[in-house]
C-alpha cells in the first residue's frame, strides 16, 4: 500500500470513528475555547496510526503535541490538518533514545500550547532479531525509545500535573501502545517483543506508582497497517486469515480505543486488547514472516537477521514502521516457486558470487602490513512477497549491488585478524539491511600457506 493509500485510510478511520467518546472527559474538551483546551502529546504522531490518534483527539477537542524524529514533513502536515479542525497543534522534534530530548518533549509542549493533561506513547522501534542474533546493541537499541522514553514521560507528566493541586484527581492520563502479540509470544521480533513486555510490565507498576493524580491504561492492536514486510494482497490475506473475526485490527479500532482510555476515568493499569481476536490464535512466527497458503500454518525453519542499527535510529511512529528499502539494482536470483505458485512461496535467494577484493587480513608476519586477495560469495534470504516484479522494472527486485557494496566496506576497514571476524562483520551489516532474513558467506584467501590453494571460512545465519 503506497504511502498516499496509508494516509487515505487513516483520514479515513478518523472519520468513520463509530466510538464517540463520553461527554465526560476529563476537562469537557468541547467545551473548551481553542487557547484553553486540554493538551496532549502523541508520540510518532506525523504518520500512520500516530496521526490518525492525534487527529481523533483534535477532533474531540484536544490542542496536540506533535512528536516526530525524522518525519519532519509529515509531522508539519499534521499540524496543518488538526489546525483546520480548530483545534492548536505544535510539531515537536526528539529523538527517543536521548534522554535530553525526551525530558524536553513535555515542558516545550506546555510552554507552547499550556499544560499537558495527556500522553500517548505511540511511537516505537521495530526491527527484525531472533535469539540466534540477539545483541545488547539491538535490544538497547529497542529499549530507548520503547521503553525508557515512555516511563519517562509519565513520570515528567505525573510531575509537572503535581505542581498544580487544584486539579481534580485523576489530573492525567498514559496510553502506552502495546502489542497483541504479548499475549501471544513467538520467537520473532526478540528486541522488540522483550521491550514491549517491559513496558507491558510499566503500565502496571506506574499505574501504581502514579496514582492518583495520573492514569495509566494499555492499548495492544494486532496487526493493523500494511509494513516493508507485509503488503498488499499479502497484507490483506493475513489481515483475514489470522483472525477468529475474519479480520485483525483496523486503524478506526485501536484510534476508538485509545480514544476511550484517554476518556474513561475508571481505568488504570488496565490493557484493552483490539486485535480481532488474534491473540487468542497465537502463531509460531510473526504473521508476516507466515507462508500464504496454510490456514493453520506449521512453523518455518528458523530465519536469522542482525539488527545493528545505525546509532540514534529509531522508529518515528508504530509497530510497523521501518524505513524504506533503497533504490534496487537487477538482481541474479534462485526464487524458491514459479511465478505460478509464487503465492503459495515464503522466500527468494539472492546472491553475489566470486567477488574478488584487497583486504589487510591475516594473524601469520608474513600477512600483516600488507593487502592480500579475498574472494566472497554471498547469498541474501529475502521475503519473497516484496520482490515479485509485475512490471519487470528495476525497483521492483532487490539491491545486489547493496550486497557488494557492504564486503567492500568492511574490506577497506582497517586490519582485520580474521577470516571470521571478516565474515561477521559483513553478515552484521547485510542482516541489517531491509527485507533481508537470513544471509550466508563463504571467505577464501589464497596466500596464507604455499602448499595449497586456498583457505576460508562458510559462516550462514537463517538459511537453512
Not at 463520553?22 to 500512520?48: D, Q
Not at 520503547?146 to 500535573?161: D, I, S
Not at 503465492?343 to 535467494?349: E, G, P, R, S
Request: glycine content about 6%.
Amino acid at each position: 500500500m503506497s504511502a498516499r493509500k496509508q494516509s487515505g485510510a487513516i483520514g479515513a478511520a478518523v472519520r468513520v470513528l463509530l466510538w464517540q467518546v463520553h461527554s465526560r472527559t476529563m476537562t469537557s474538551p468541547s467545551s473548551e475555547s481553542r487557547h484553553t483546551a486540554p493538551v496532549a502529546l502523541v508520540t510518532g504522531a506525523g504518520k500512520r496510526l500516530g496521526r490518525g490518534i492525534a487527529l481523533a483527539l483534535a477532533q474531540q477537542g484536544w490542542n496536540i503535541g506533535v512528536h516526530y524524529a525524522t518525519s519532519a514533513a509529515e509531522a508539519t502536515e499534521t499540524v496543518s490538518a488538526i489546525e483546520a479542525l480548530g483545534r492548536r497543534a505544535v510539531a515537536l522534534q526528539a529523538d527517543l533514545a536521548d534522554e535530553t530530548q525526551v525530558l524536553a518533549l513535555l515542558p516545550t509542549l506546555s510552554a507552547a500550547l499550556g499544560p499537558v493533561q495527556a500522553l500517548v506513547n505511540n511511537a516505537s522501534r521495530f526491527v527484525f532479531d531472533e535469539a540466534a542474533d540477539f545483541s545488547q546493541a539491538s535490544f538497547n537499541a529497542h529499549m530507548l525509545p520503547n521503553l525508557a522514553a515512555p516511563v519517562l514521560l509519565a513520570r515528567e507528566l505525573h510531575r509537572l500535573l503535581s505542581d498544580r493541586p487544584g486539579l481534580p484527581q485523576p489530573a492525567g492520563v498514559v496510553v502506552n501502545l502495546l502489542d497483541q502479540k504479548l499475549y501471544g509470544y513467538n520467537p520473532d521480533f526478540l528486541s522488540y517483543s522483550l521491550t514491549k513486555a517491559g513496558l507491558d510490565a510499566a503500565n502496571t507498576m506506574l499505574a501504581q506508582a502514579l496514582a492518583p493524580r495520573v492514569r495509566v491504561v494499555g492499548v495492544a492492536p494486532g496487526l493493523t497497517l500494511p509494513s516493508y514486510l507485509l503488503e498488499g494482497d499479502e497484507f490483506a490475506r493475513a489481515h483475514a486469515q489470522h483472525s477468529p473475526l475474519g479480520r485483525c485490527s483496523d486503524p478506526e479500532d485501536v484510534i476508538a480505543a485509545v480514544c476511550f482510555a484517554i476518556a474513561n476515568r475508571s481505568m488504570t493499569g488496565s490493557v484493552i486488547v483490539v486485535d480481532g481476536g488474534q491473540h487468542i490464535r497465537p502463531l509460531p512466527r510473526d504473521v508476516s514472516l507466515m507462508p500464504a497458503a496454510q490456514p493453520t500454518p506449521s512453523p518455518p525453519e528458523p530465519l536469522g537477521q542482525a539488527v545493528a542499527p545505525a546509532p540514534g535510529q529509531h522508529a518515528d511512529d508504530d509497530r510497523h514502521a521501518a524505513a524504506s528499502p533503497p533504490a534496487r539494482m537487477p538482481l541474479q536470483c534462485n526464487t524458491t516457486a514459479s511465478s505460478s505458485d509464487r503465492n503459495a512461496a515464503a522466500f527468494q535467494t539472492a546472491f553475489v558470487r566470486g567477488l574478488r577484493l584487497d583486504a589487510q587480513i591475516g594473524v601469520f608476519d608474513h600477512e600483516k602490513g600488507r593487502t592480500q586477495p579475498l574472494e566472497v560469495d554471498l547469498e541474501v534470504r529475502v521475503n519473497a512477497a516484496r520482490f515479485a516484479p509485475q512490471h519487470d522494472r528495476l525497483e521492483e527486485v532487490f539491491d545486489y549491488q547493496a550486497l557488494r557494496a557492504v564486503a567492500l566496506d568492511v574490506a577497506q576497514g582497517g586490519h582485520i585478524q580474521l577470516l571470521e571476524t571478516f565474515a561477521a562483520r559483513v553478515l552484521d551489516r547485510v542482516l541489517a539491511l531491509p527485507d533481508v532474513l537470513g544471509a550466508r558467506l563463504r571467505v577464501s584467501k589464497f596466500t596464507a600457506f604455499e602448499d595449497c590453494t586456498a583457505v576460508g571460512v562458510l559462516v550462514e545465519r537463517g538459511m537453512t
